[in-house]
């Protein structure tokens, strides 16, 4: 099984790949929206590489989460995610920081829990698997 340095090393260039950013720009703790600048489609470039790169297979929403938190969900009311919907994120996605998140639970901010260390932690469990 792959180390923990080179699986990072291998999402980083996938990141790079993907985002058309510079290596220092991928670190653990930045912000794959924020600080990297990926759009929705961006994702779905992402978990294609990842799959490609890994030779893992990602089902859809496993990695990031789909209308978890969207208007027409039990999850979310008056965007903030609600205790059910955090018990629910802790279960779709044992490798977010949910607790974190769980703090300021607006959901404009779970975006800012997809970081890479997020993606480094998902790799790890499908590869450990």
Avoid: C, W
């Avoid at 919907?85 to 404009?108: C, N, S, T, W, Y």
């Amino acid at each position: 099984m792959a180390s923990a340095e080179e699986i990072y090393e291998k999402v980083q260039d996938t990141l790079m790949d993907a985002l058309g950013v510079d290596d220092d720009e991928v670190t653990p703790e930045a912000t794959l929206v924020g600080d990297l600048g990926a759009e929705s489609i961006d994702f779905l470039d992402i978990v294609f590489r990842l799959e490609k790169n890994f030779d893992v297979k990602i089902p859809k929403g496993e990695l990031f989460p789909e209308n978890l938190a969207s208007a027409d969900s039990n999850f979310a009311v008056d965007g903030v995610v609600t205790p059910e919907g955090i018990d629910e994120l802790r279960k779709q996605m044992p490798h977010l920081d949910v607790d974190k998140f769980a703090e300021d639970p607006k959901v404009e901010n779970i975006q800012d829990m997809f970081t890479v260390q997020m993606i480094v932690n998902f790799i790890s469990t499908k590869l450990a698997a």
